[in-house]
């Protein structure tokens, strides 16, 4: 064998017996149940701080309960249980609507496990995008006349969304890497597929640094990504250093 | 906040009604072979793989492979995720506790791997203690271990075959337990040169394997696969394909 | 009587809504449900090595969270004071191990790195060697430096938060670079970074478990292997849940002590 063992980089050839397609294909997966995941997370999150500001307090205590367990169990047991648990409640629940067994396969189970834990940070991050925003300009709005809609449109959302988006970048980051989580359960995503590549041929050094490589690329694309976005809706705002 | 996923998720068509005839193999999605293990492409080769196959086809099956983590293995069939198990398990009585075995397909015997020069005995304590014992989670051999050498030694346990013996190269370990099978191809390769059978397990509480499929509890395509075995093994497709990656009788059972 | 029982009744209702007290039922009755409805018999005989598991846990969080806090403080004060290659080796550093996920920086340090050093000509012979057949070594190597990534991006903020008056009163008083170092500098953004510091610590110990993965036997790894012995799915699953959430939630209250005692606004 090889002194290094990071030298034959003939394996990372994208076609079989190379394993470099293998690993753009788990990138792709990766991508998407983070994706998914992100997207249903950030639904929660809106949804669950809109209820922790502006509900009652017995649905403000529920979010509270749901985002402090969540955020206090560790990633890979609680995607463990959910895994088995989610696919478990599903299938109960689809019985029960007479649908019959679903075919939960490991994406769903994926993108269900990775939702439910971003939605709990989620909802923390919008809560205290939403709290920082002076109750002054909510004075302002009612004062000139704005109904609740107008003033959550034109006040609330504008002062809202530059606010959150730093923590929302964080978390879709947070998203992409906690999918290698999944690798554990045997859902097939780039981590898993570098492990298999590395332990088919035992040139571990040369697929982990592969994977780590697509996990950075991926990171710095996001970053410039949201570094746009960020620009683009903190037009008007007061630049902090 | 789980519902709301769920009917995203189903609006999305992540999820789908499953075919009620797909049969879904579940298989250690880390490398076994020759038994079995994936390509770059995705597919599945090996015995068992084939096999497997073969028998499906014999008895009018349709089948399909999964890749599922061997440490969740039977949770993964008891949640519907996989419908068998077709992954060089060995039939123990723990495990017929919670799922249905079919009739066995392969005997194999758990061995000890190390370095040819090692010296080693499993029935003397002096060396026990001083050697550092490997094995892969969740399997007999574990099992075995733990109920043997209960704290006299500390084992070292892997998720995944491919690691111990990456471990057992490396040095950092000097023994490992494992499926005479499941090491056939390592102790073959270029890197496996210098490791030998160390000895083998002979010990009444843990009798020469017999592995089989497993199912959930009750389902009835365990008798269409007992079918389907059978007839692989009469008609010599076992044979065939048992050719291919072993010069030894794998059955090792008289024959039906 | 009435008129004595109304505001107690009043106080009683703001503590205990109606609400609180039906989540403390279901909580409670999920938990009865959790005790005497699954299979709990397995767990006596899987308690002594439980605890060995926890020691361990907590050992490696606590040594990690320590070399990886004394890692990041150069981290951080090489990406404020320099302005040439240390500060951007610290800035690559940084994004680095912050942009890849934990576990594969676990694997790439105990499969990789630790398979590469073992075949160097030599090396079983050296006294390294005993640790480097270790899993732990590795682990407490990779949960260090990621920690470092996390902590040195918050030291950085903290260092450039504190202002250049106090550093320069400080110098005015005669005092050495590394005096005023040690004596304004450091405690004043430590002071300022507490909070944030804390919660990645908190997060560090969600991240443990993952060192399961490379043969450390912590407390995953014998709930783990506990699940494979009576193969249950939930039952071991759900009390290593629970153990973390006891330890989240002392490790919380401890660290909000410790920022009480040391925050500005409080004195």
């Known amino acids: 064998m090889d002194f290094l063992n990071i030298t034959d980089w003939s394996l990372l050839a994208l076609n079989s017996p190379g394993w470099g397609g293998a690993l753009l294909w788990g990138a792709v997966k990766t991508v998407q149940i983070a994706l998914g995941g992100y997207i249903i997370g950030q639904i929660i999150g809106v949804c669950g701080a809109m209820g922790k500001v502006y509900g009652p307090p017995w649905l403000k205590e529920l979010l509270a309960i749901y985002t402090t367990l969540i955020r206090a169990v560790p990633e890979l047991i609680l995607i463990l249980i959910l895994f088995y648990a989610g696919t478990a409640a599903l299938n109960t629940l689809a019985a029960k609507i007479g649908m019959g067994p679903i075919d939960v396969n490991g994406a769903l189970a994926g993108v269900l496990v990775i939702s439910t834990v971003q939605g709990a940070y989620s909802t923390e991050v919008i809560r205290a995008a939403i709290q920082s925003i002076p109750s002054g300009c909510h004075e302002a709005a009612a004062a000139y006349g704005m109904s609740k809609w107008t003033t959550f449109k034109r006040v609330t959302l504008p002062l809202l969304v530059p606010r959150a988006l730093p923590g929302m970048s964080n978390l879709w980051v947070i998203a992409t890497k906690e999918t290698a989580l999944l690798s554990v359960v045997g859902f097939s995503e780039l981590a898993l597929v570098a492990k298999q590549a590395a332990g088919s041929t035992k040139y571990y050094m040369t697929f982990f640094l592969a994977a780590c490589a697509i996990y950075l690329t991926i990171t710095l694309i996001s970053r410039v990504f949201f570094n746009q976005v960020e620009a683009r809706f903190s037009r008007g705002m007061v630049k902090h250093k | 906040m789980k519902k709301t996923a769920l009917t995203l998720a189903l609006a999305f068509g992540l999820a789908a009604p499953a075919l009620a005839q797909d049969l879904k193999i579940g298989i250690d999605s880390a490398p076994y072979p020759p038994m079995s293990w994936q390509e770059a492409d995705g597919s599945f080769h090996g015995f068992e793989v084939e096999l497997a196959m073969a028998v499906c086809a014999a008895a009018a099956l349709n089948c399909t492979h999964e890749g599922v983590a061997w440490n969740g293995i039977i949770p993964a069939l008891e949640t519907n995720k996989i419908d068998m198990i077709v992954s060089s398990m060995t039939i123990t009585p723990k495990r017929q506790e919670v799922v249905e075995f079919s009739d066995p397909y392969v005997s194999s015997n758990a061995i000890y791997i190390g370095h040819k020069d090692f010296v080693f005995d499993p029935n003397d304590p002096e060396i026990i203690k001083n050697t550092r014992l490997a094995v892969q989670t969740g399997t007999s051999h574990e099992d075995y271990l733990t109920r043997k050498f209960d704290g006299q030694v500390d084992l070292k346990i892997y998720q995944a075959q491919d690691e111990q013996l990456a471990d057992l190269v490396a040095g950092r370990i000097d023994v490992v337990l494992s499926g005479r099978m499941g090491s056939l191809a390592f102790l073959s390769s270029e890197e496996g040169k210098d490791f030998k059978a160390l000895a083998m397990v002979e010990d009444e509480t843990y009798p020469p394997l017999k592995i089989g499929a497993a199912f959930r509890k009750g389902d009835a395509n365990i008798a269409k696969f007992n079918e389907g075995l059978k007839t692989v093994l009469q008609n010599g497709t076992y044979d065939e394909i048992a050719n291919k990656y072993f010069d030894f009788d794998v059955y090792g059972m008289p024959k039906p | ?267």
């Open chain 3, 1 to 267: 009587m009435t008129a004595l029982a109304l505001p107690t009744r009043r106080r009683l209702r703001k503590v205990m809504p109606v609400y609180r007290m039906i989540y403390i039922a279901i909580g409670l009755a999920t938990l009865y449900l959790i005790v005497t409805g699954l299979s709990w018999d397995w767990l006596p005989k899987y308690l002594p090595k439980l605890w060995t598991g926890f020691q361990i846990s907590l050992a490696i969080w606590a040594a990690s969270v320590i070399f990886g806090f004394l890692i990041a403080l150069p981290l951080g004060l090489a990406q404020v004071l320099s302005r040439g290659p240390l500060r951007w080796l610290s800035v690559a550093y940084c994004t680095t191990l912050r942009g890849t996920p934990l576990l594969m920086q676990l694997w790439l340090f105990y499969y990789g790195l630790g398979a590469m050093m073992t075949q160097i000509p030599g090396i079983r012979s050296t006294v390294l060697w005993p640790y480097l057949r270790e899993a732990w070594p590795f682990a407490v190597l990779a949960l260090s430096l990621n920690f470092a990534a996390y902590a040195g991006e918050i030291m950085r903020g903290a260092f450039a938060g504190v202002g250049r008056g106090e550093i320069e009163a400080g110098k005015a008083f005669g005092m050495s670079s590394t005096k005023v170092f040690f004596r304004i500098w450091l405690p004043l953004a430590l002071r300022q970074a507490l909070p944030t510091l804390a919660g990645e610590t908190v997060m560090q110990l969600k991240a443990i478990p993952l060192v399961a993965t490379v043969t450390v036997p912590e407390m995953y790894a014998v709930i783990s292997q506990s699940r494979h012995d009576t193969l249950l799915t939930y039952e071991p699953l759900l009390l290593i849940a629970g153990i973390y959430l006891s330890l989240t939630f002392l490790l919380v209250q401890a660290l909000a002590a410790v920022e009480r005692r040391f925050s500005l606004a409080k004195r």
